[in-house]
């Protein structure tokens, strides 16, 4: 944990000569490399400190708004609902927010050269040596990681999944309807039990004391040490890397980090060898990796670490996904029941939906796509820059999960909009600003409103608006992030959130419990929101999960024989 009196206690530690004398120095480089360009606009700042202490104070969706005005004034398009940058700097670091379509796609995905590489950080590397793909500098070993993951999860490969990600819904609906008191804990339980089947190949997990998902809770709980921002002191200054051990304690336990994952991973890895050699073709990722080792060129740590990195990247992410959708099956019955209207319409109640029905359930999918884009999974994304306000008022359990994910460094001087951006610049992409641009999504951009994805003939459609320059493609949200570090997993995660939200539907109704002193339902606050990472979770509420029609659940149970 850190708060600002660490940093007091830090600094007061500091004979005060060198302290001022470093202040005095890095002010100067500042002023010296700031003079005679223009950045792009932002808060003042003082010298040193830069906004370290406006952090806590301004929204960072006031300052996409205001300094998004200012820059409006250079813009071609004095149409756009939001400026398109906003520059701050924090001990020197320059931080520049991306409040736009059109900047994100122009630098992160047009750029991709210049802004693709993520911030070094001293101490996730000390854990994970350059194996953690989401973190992995850009270069040589991050296209060979890439390209395992990328032929892994294209598009064209996502059909082998299919199969897994109908029995784990299938397995998850029949759970909620026998029991649906601990929901959540069930969510969770199916996000690992669906990774792990994907990863390692292995049958579906009952239990969340199993020692393997003991394991990867601990390395998550490591690397949201090891990110978290504002934890590490030497994060902000690089020479206290080489402070001995004694001092900085976080080497050595990063170190023996580094030794009991590796091993474990790879020892994953060989159990997969071995049943491979006996006949087995365990088509998971692992599985895959393992056998193309060498024509992607991996070496044996990457390739026991990129199936580890697939699955700590993706649990919070899907996990979350699934929180949010049963939040707005409970806030908005109306959508509940035009999405089991549709499936009674094309699949009929004799058959339990199939991954390959998606196409012809446009407000599944929009649903769907809804829960991913609006108000909920993606509200919070941007609590990955918020989180540099907890180096002045952290408070409560970190929650935040691989920042380093959605961050990028230029690795270039760099100029856009007549404006200077600096190598080694921070970039964050304002993807909950974005997800609400009232020019792409319409005046009712705040809602949950699953008809948005929809055309006049009810067809699904990804692309929900243009922008000038036709941007915002594909998925008609940006919660996948953008340019060559954009989510690899994202056709995975839509056709696994597909199904687990159709079979679910198919079978039951989700509805509030009632409060037993009004007599009416209890709906959660949907403003309401539970840590403090990139991706946030609605609080715990309760529900009650029902079959919706009688022959259900004798359906469900053949279906269930039909795997074996
Ligand atoms: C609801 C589901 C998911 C969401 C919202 C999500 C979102 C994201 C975002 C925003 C990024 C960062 C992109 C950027 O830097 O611009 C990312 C990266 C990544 N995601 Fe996902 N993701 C999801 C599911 C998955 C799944 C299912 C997998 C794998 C099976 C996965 C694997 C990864 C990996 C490996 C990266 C790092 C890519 C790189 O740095 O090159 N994600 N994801």
Redesign the pocket.
């Known amino acids: 944990m850190f708060n600002l009196n660490h940093i007091s206690t830090a600094l007061v530690g500091f004979p005060i000569a060198v302290a001022v004398l470093v202040i005095a120095v890095t002010s100067i480089f500042e002023w010296v490399g700031k003079s005679g360009r223009k950045y792009p606009p932002g808060p003042k700042g003082i010298p040193f400190f830069g906004n370290l202490f406006q952090l806590s104070k301004q929204d960072f969706e006031e300052w996409g708004h205001k300094y998004g005005k200012a820059n409006r004034i250079s813009l071609a398009h004095p149409a756009d609902a939001y400026g398109d940058m906003a520059y701050l700097r924090v001990f020197g670091q320059g931080i520049l927010l991306l409040n736009s379509h059109t900047a994100a796609v122009d630098l992160?995905d047009r750029r991709s050269g210049i802004y693709s590489d993520?911030p070094s950080f001293v101490v996730l590397n000390s854990l994970t040596r350059g194996l953690f793909?989401?973190a992995?500098s850009y270069g040589d070993v991050?296209r060979r990681m890439?390209r395992g993951?990328h032929e892994c999860?294209s598009k064209a490969s996502t059909s082998r999944y299919h199969g897994l990600q109908e029995r784990e819904a299938l397995l998850f609906t029949e759970n909620l309807l026998k029991d649906s008191k601990d929901w959540h804990q069930e969510v969770s339980r199916v996000s690992i039990s669906l990774?792990l089947s994907?990863v390692y190949d292995v049958p579906p997990t009952l239990s969340m004391q199993d020692p393997v998902i003991e394991k990867f809770n601990k390395f998550d709980n490591l690397i949201i040490d090891a990110t978290f921002p504002g934890n590490y002191l030497v994060e902000f200054f690089g020479w206290m890397k080489f402070l001995p051990s004694v001092f900085a304690p976080w080497k050595t336990r990063m170190a023996n980090g580094f030794t009991e994952f590796s091993a474990f991973f790879e020892r994953l890895c060989l159990d997969i060898e071995k049943q491979i050699d006996e006949g087995d073709e365990k088509s998971g990722i692992a599985g895959y990796v393992i056998r193309e080792q060498k024509r992607l060129g991996l070496t044996k740590s990457e390739a026991a670490w990129l199936p580890a990195?697939?699955l700590n990247?993706?649990l919070s992410?899907?996990t979350e996904?699934i929180l949010w959708f049963f939040l707005a099956m409970v806030a908005f019955p109306e959508q509940q029941r035009r999405c089991q209207q549709e499936l009674d319409a094309v699949v009929g109640r004799s058959r339990m939906p199939t991954v390959e029905d998606a196409e012809s359930l446009p407000y599944i999918r929009a649903t769907g796509t809804s829960a991913?884009e609006t108000d909920f999974?993606t509200r919070s994304?941007f609590r990955l820059v918020e989180n540099m306000h907890r180096l002045k008022i952290h408070t409560g359990t970190q929650h935040v999960t691989k920042q380093p994910?959605?961050s990028?460094i230029v690795c270039k001087d760099d100029w856009y909009q007549g404006r200077f951006i600096p190598k080694g610049t921070m970039c964050f992409?304002h993807?909950w600003l974005m997800n609400r641009d009232k020019k792409i999504y319409g005046e009712d951009a705040e809602d949950f409103n699953p008809g948005r994805f929809l055309d006049k003939e009810g067809r699904f459609v990804p692309i929900v608006g243009e922008t000038k320059d036709g941007y915002l493609e594909s998925e008609g949200h940006v919660?996948?992030?953008?340019?060559?570090?954009?989510?690899?997993?994202?056709y995975?995660?839509n056709d696994?959130?597909f199904i687990i939200f159709a079979r679910l539907l198919w079978t039951a109704t989700i509805s509030p419990v009632t409060d037993q002193r009004t007599g009416k339902p209890m709906i959660p606050d949907l403003k309401d929101t539970v840590g403090d990472g990139i991706?946030m979770r609605p609080p715990t509420f309760d529900i009650k999960v029902s079959h919706r029609f009688s022959e259900a659940a004798t359906l469900m149970s053949q279906t269930k024989e039909l795997l074996g």
């Open positions: 992160l993520r793909l989401g992995i991050w890439r993951g999860l990774l994907t990195t697939f990247l993706c992410q899907v996904a991913l999974t994304v994910v959605r990028f992409a993807i919660a996948y992030g953008f340019g060559a570090r954009i989510c690899p997993g994202r995975y995660a696994a959130l991706t």
